[in-house]
């Protein structure tokens, strides 16, 4: 969880709307006053700077020794539900603070509009002295993203609402919002499972580690007393304990070509983000059942690939660059293919994700998988699913 | 002490908006009062304390009677033309003077029966507040300065109210009233929500907080 602790800084004032039109009666009062000599309305004049002074007064001491820290969570999925939570302390041991609004700003890093921040108002109404004050704002973020929180500004107009005194705090926090993850059908399973080729053969391997049960054997010591199957032993008369299997899964080497094109039309939805999702749910997937080698390549903006066993750092790492993966008109697939058949191990499952059909027997587009006699095998082992077609509604879909 | 909800009981649990109702409706007749002493009259000012005293129960508390926007405006017109008639009759300065007064607190009749958001309630105060100016010339008595003291502090109080209600409502979460009277969050958070966050507090929430006493004395 992030913690954005604050020092203050940039101090302002000004004069809010109500405030000018106080100031314009309290002038056309003062004037009247001054030019006809009128002692109610001298005295008038004075009431009014008096409540001006103190309207000042408050808003000047209200801020003092306050420090806003903020917690959020350091990174959810699309339309997760978020709560940030904005701690007001009150540094001070006699006077409270009343009508404390704190401003945050949330901005989408990977977008370059300013519609895409967005500002937050939260309010204290009551801060006691020597206090801390919880606030929480919650939503969803239905774009995924690095997103940046910050800074906040702390401003009151209290009591009067004739002046304002802000404060704006280097409070800033970030957030990494990962792809929806979806759902895998068992054809998508069967697809990367390991399969009998040739000479290879799946190995099905019983051991300590629990997975799927495999079968019965008699008990030795140091098993564990939960693999004791109760039925069984009563009736041979002997303790027999249950066997798992420990199975060794397909590597897998997954290419998202993120092309789109460069006009589309507004109600289509962008199948982009549908690879990507797909993407997300297949590498956390796979990591979380571990025991594979993963190799993720992405064509977008930019051409990178990230490999490594399945595990739970491997998949932070990818999810962390999915999120800010953005697609590109350009054509960068097949620079994608040549980097990623560097990297590839023999007997890797092969998958492009693409918006688009892939032709990989186009010999001029990837011309260099053509001319390496090492590369050009690889193209008869590769699977390629098409976002946009329904048929890799086969493979995934959204709940 | 301070934040002893118990010490003041009729006033820490009457809503924070009922009590900017009274304290506005206070000024109003405060405000037609002053200007009634100058004046040398009691109709007005009588007229104002009871329509004030009236539209405090049947427009605010019980919204028995609500003026709508049409019927406002016509009215505010109308008294327009009656105080333009006075003020083209007489000719003394003074007399011209207070034909306008006058305006400002038809103005404030026509404004109190209708339904009060925030852009009336400011109205209102301007209103009493020109009132007192222009009693604040007319006036010489000592009487009139110990009232215009009692008027100050009352319109501090105003002041403070409208300001809490101001800022609760902008920044509380929004909540609506369905047909059976209970209050529903206005932008509820379901999955197919537009992105973005909200305050969880809404206005009742952040009102609790608020104590008069509190306000007064600090630890």
């Known amino acids: 969880m992030a913690l954005g602790v604050t020092m203050l800084q940039k101090n302002q004032f000004a004069v809010s709307r109500e405030g000018m039109f106080y100031l314009f009666v309290m002038f056309f009062v003062m004037s009247g006053a001054f030019l006809r000599e009128i002692n109610l309305l001298l005295m008038l004049m004075g009431m009014m700077i008096g409540i001006f002074v103190f309207n000042w007064f408050a808003v000047t001491t209200t801020l003092n020794r306050l420090a806003v820290q903020r917690k959020l969570p350091e990174r959810i999925c699309v339309g997760d539900l978020l709560i940030v939570e904005l701690s007001l302390t009150n540094g001070r041991s006699r006077t409270d603070s009343w009508a404390v609004t704190l401003e945050d700003q949330i901005r989408r890093l990977e977008s370059d509009s300013e519609e895409s921040s967005q500002v937050v108002h939260v309010m204290a109404t009551h801060v006691r002295a020597g206090e801390t004050h919880r606030l929480t704002c919650r939503g969803r973020l239905m774009q995924r993203g690095h997103y940046e929180f910050g800074p906040i500004r702390i401003s009151t107009r209290f009591p009067l609402g004739l002046l304002r005194r802000s404060i704006q705090t280097d409070c800033v926090d970030r957030l990494v919002v990962y792809p929806q993850v979806g759902q895998l059908t068992r054809r998508w399973n069967q697809l990367v499972q390991s399969q009998r080729v040739g000479s290879r053969q799946t190995r099905h391997r019983y051991g300590f580690v629990e997975g799927d049960f495999y079968g019965l054997r008699d008990w030795r010591s140091g098993d564990s007393r939960h693999w004791i199957h109760w039925r069984t032993s009563a009736k041979r008369g002997s303790l027999k304990v249950c066997q798992f299997e420990q199975q060794c899964n397909q590597n897998l080497a997954l290419l998202v070509d993120l092309w789109t094109p460069s006009v589309m039309n507004s109600t289509e939805t962008d199948p982009c983000e549908r690879a990507i999702s797909f993407a997300a749910t297949v590498i956390e997937d796979m990591c979380h059942r571990g025991g594979s080698q993963i190799l993720l390549g992405i064509a977008g903006k930019q051409v990178r690939c990230v490999w490594g066993p399945a595990s739970t750092g491997l998949m932070y790492e990818v999810m962390d660059y999915l999120a800010g993966a953005a697609s590109s008109h350009v054509d960068r697939l097949p620079e994608l293919v040549s980097q990623a058949t560097e990297r590839m191990t023999p007997g890797m499952r092969i998958v492009i994700l693409g918006t688009r059909p892939v032709d990989l027997s186009d010999t001029e587009r990837f011309s260099d998988l053509w001319n390496n006699p090492h590369k050009r095998n690889i193209a008869g082992q590769v699977v390629s699913i098409d976002v946009t077609n329904v048929e890799d509604r086969e493979y995934f879909y959204f709940e | ?219």
């Open chain 2, 1 to 219: 002490m301070a934040s002893d909800p118990g010490h003041y009981p009729c006033v820490t649990h009457m809503p924070l908006e009922r009590l900017l109702q009274v304290h506005v409706a206070a000024l109003v007749a405060m405000g037609a009062l002053l200007l009634g002493m100058e004046q040398q009259s009691t109709i007005l000012p009588l007229l104002a304390m009871a329509s004030a005293l009236i539209s405090v129960f049947l427009t605010d508390f019980w919204r028995i009677i609500r003026l709508n926007t049409i019927v406002a405006n016509i009215a505010g017109i109308v008294a327009v033309l009656v105080c333009l008639s006075d003020f083209f009759e007489y000719d003394h300065k003074q007399q011209q003077l207070f034909s306008v007064a006058n305006l400002l607190v038809y103005l404030q009749l026509v404004l109190l029966f209708q339904e009060k958001n925030n852009r009336l309630y400011g109205h209102l105060l301007v209103l009493s507040l020109l009132q007192v100016v222009v009693a604040s010339a007319l006036g010489l008595e000592l009487r009139f300065g110990v009232l215009l003291v009692v008027y100050m502090f009352v319109a501090l109080a105003a002041l403070i109210l409208f300001f809490f209600h101001r800022e609760l409502s902008k920044y509380g979460r929004a909540v609506v009233t369905n047909s059976d009277g209970v209050e529903l969050l206005a932008k509820p958070m379901s999955q197919l929500e537009e992105s973005g966050l909200q305050p969880t507090a809404t206005y009742a929430d952040m009102a609790r907080a608020l104590t008069p006493v509190g306000l007064l004395k600090s630890r």
